[in-house]
């Protein structure tokens, strides 16, 4: 079963079938973004932006990282998803089908191709 996310409605993560924390809005809100980007880098910058906009406190870069290290604790040891910090960012490597959005896209995309 792996690592399993939700972001239609509230952004959840599940271990295993057992839920664990995504942590505090601002936390999901990192996991977000790097969910919608997933197999790609996203830049610390970015991260600040999706999380606070254009008023970040001059503290962002330092939550953003605490929250990066936190997620990578709540997603464990599984070979299905991971964090790295690479050049230009973060990039989390997650199975498509682990997120509920593109699981939701695929199936709204066979619905479209068998009603036509």
Not at 93 to 111: C, G, H, S
């Amino acid at each position: 079963m792996g690592v399993q996310f939700s972001v239609l409605g509230p952004v959840r993560l599940h271990r295993q079938g057992v839920e664990v924390g995504a942590g505090q809005p601002r936390q999901c809100a990192v996991l977000t973004s790097l969910l919608l980007r997933a197999g790609r880098p996203v830049s610390l910058t970015k991260l600040v932006e999706d999380v606070w906009g254009d008023e970040a406190p001059p503290s962002a870069v330092g939550s953003v990282r605490t929250y990066i290290y936190r997620l990578r604790q709540a997603l464990g040891e599984h070979g299905e998803s991971s964090l790295n910090l690479v050049d230009g960012g973060y990039l989390l490597r997650v199975q498509r089908d682990a997120v509920d959005l593109n699981r939701f896209k695929e199936k709204a995309a066979r619905a479209r191709e068998a009603r036509g």
